[in-house]
């Protein structure tokens, strides 16, 4: 549905490096930098394409925003999980199943840098239970 979203954050050094480090199980990695009247832009992507903007606020505050980025299985989510303990991030939700959503909407829910909800999930049937 989306081609790329754009965040304005309070530090972008500081949000890449969170983005990259937690999501860095997903592929994401860092696709463009510059500078643009005198501030600096950084795209990530987990493709070819940058998906995932990044530029300083324009005031003190930001905005809350969710943003849920797509894993290949529950392995991917529990080492998104994995990578945001280890960086000490804050952990909203812990990886579990969401069955109010659908069944098999596995999901990790952490906190960014500027406070926004960030998720990491996978839409796979749930494992079978052991014979």
């Avoid at 860092?30 to 987990?46: K, N, Y």
């Amino acid at each position: 549905m989306f081609d790329h979203v754009g965040i304005q954050v309070s530090d972008v050094e500081a949000s890449v490096t969170f983005y990259l480090r937690t999501f860095g199980p997903l592929g994401m990695h860092e696709a463009m930098r510059f500078e643009h009247d005198g501030a600096l832009i950084v795209a990530l992507a987990t493709g070819e394409q940058p998906a995932l903007w990044f530029s300083p606020a324009r005031g003190a505050e930001t905005r809350e925003l969710h943003i849920a980025f797509p894993a290949g299985d529950r392995a991917a989510v529990d080492a998104v999980h994995a990578a945001a303990l280890d960086a000490g991030v804050e952990v909203l939700h812990a990886p579990r199943e969401w069955p109010e959503y659908h069944p098999g909407y596995y999901a990790v829910f952490l906190r960014d840098p500027d406070g926004h909800n960030v998720e990491a999930v996978t839409h796979g049937a749930p494992p079978a239970p052991p014979a």
